[in-house]
């Protein structure tokens, strides 16, 4: 069953969703003047975000939403390094955009979204969780290479990104429906558990952790 008690561990998630919604409607009615407001919401969020992950989360580690998502020590201290690592981005980019007219609420609603599907990946139990948040990220890099409207090729860029990004996510979708096959579940814990019982003789495994591979490699633009 599922109870609000299961909401308090993705209180950050819940958080950088909302503000990144908020962020949106701000930057409507923001003129160019005011537009430092934005960037000093999104920077606000993440630091809000740190301070609900780093406080108080129980003993032990917290399985919940069915299993599909994990609050633990490690994925804590990589969430707080990932909002700090925004934040610094968020002001390494300030005048950089200023200086290209691209000082827009666009950008910080991507990267926000962007530090969502990160977030997402990182707390991941399942592979279909761990699949949604990678391509939050990707659909947001994707829009971030063509932030530029106005560069030819920051287009072409971006349209190859995403046809490159559309081959590895059938790759990585393939790779899942062969281990859900070889294995019958889509949990990280209860795959691994089986890939230990049965070894690197299963062929149908062994292709999908294959196809698994490959599509990450794809995904970050590792292999070409």
Known sequence: MFGLDELVPVMPEILILTM????????????????GLVHAVSVATLLAAIVLTLGPRGSGD???????????????????????????????????????????????????FGVLG???MVSAWNLV????GLELLALCSYALVAMDRDSGTAAEAAMKYFVLGALASGMLLYGMSMIYGATGTLSIQEIGQAVLTMG???????????FI?????FKFGAVP
């Open 213 to 217: 591979v490959v599509g990450v490699a």
């Open 129 to 132: 969780t761990l699949y949604l």
């Open 20 to 35: 990144a919604c908020v962020v949106l409607l701000l930057d409507l009615f923001m003129s160019e003047r005011r537009r």
């Open 62 to 112: 917290a399985v919940i939403l069915n299993g599909t998502f994990i609050r633990d020590l490690m994925g804590d201290v990589l969430k707080v390094f990932i909002y700090l690592y925004t934040i610094g981005v968020f002001f390494y980019a300030k005048n950089y955009l200023r200086q290209r007219g691209l000082f827009k609420g666009e950008f910080y609603v991507l990267c926000l």
């Open 118 to 120: 990160m977030a997402i």
């Open 200 to 210: 690197g003789d299963d062929l149908v495994l062994a292709f999908g952790l294959t």
